[in-house]
């Protein structure tokens, strides 16, 4: 005889109108399990907005493409956490100089 077993799941869809993020849903709007967002909190690699009333860790929108720039580089590039903050550290940088010297151009050819 064949013992069949059912799991009950429960499935919860993510459709907030607010632009603040708890980490079960930023978890989810990354694909990730959420105890690696508290691992990525834990490495200072993403930073918390504030938290809500049930303590629980509240994070902007903003957040997700950092996230998933992280995954990118642990999956894809095969950079150790230590090295994905020196290298977010420096995407930041040269963004900042980039931007600096578009606006030093724009100043001399204007």
């Known amino acids: ?28 709007h990354c694909g990730i399990h959420p105890d690696l967002i508290d691992r990525f909190i834990r490495l200072g690699l993403i930073d918390f ?18 996230v998933r720039r992280i995954l990118r580089l642990r ?4 950079v150790n956490y230590a090295g994905i903050g020196v290298v977010l550290e420096l995407m930041a940088r040269v963004e900042t100089l980039e931007n600096h010297i578009k606006e030093l151009e724009s100043r001399i050819f204007a």
């Open 1 to 28: 005889m064949v013992e069949k077993r059912y799991f009950m799941i429960n499935v919860k869809t993510v459709t907030s109108s607010s632009p603040f993020l708890t980490r079960n849903e930023l978890a989810v």
């Open 49 to 66: 907005m504030d938290r809500d009333s049930d303590g629980e860790a509240v994070f902007s929108a903003e957040v997700i493409p950092l």
């Open 75 to 78: 999956n894809e590039l095969g």
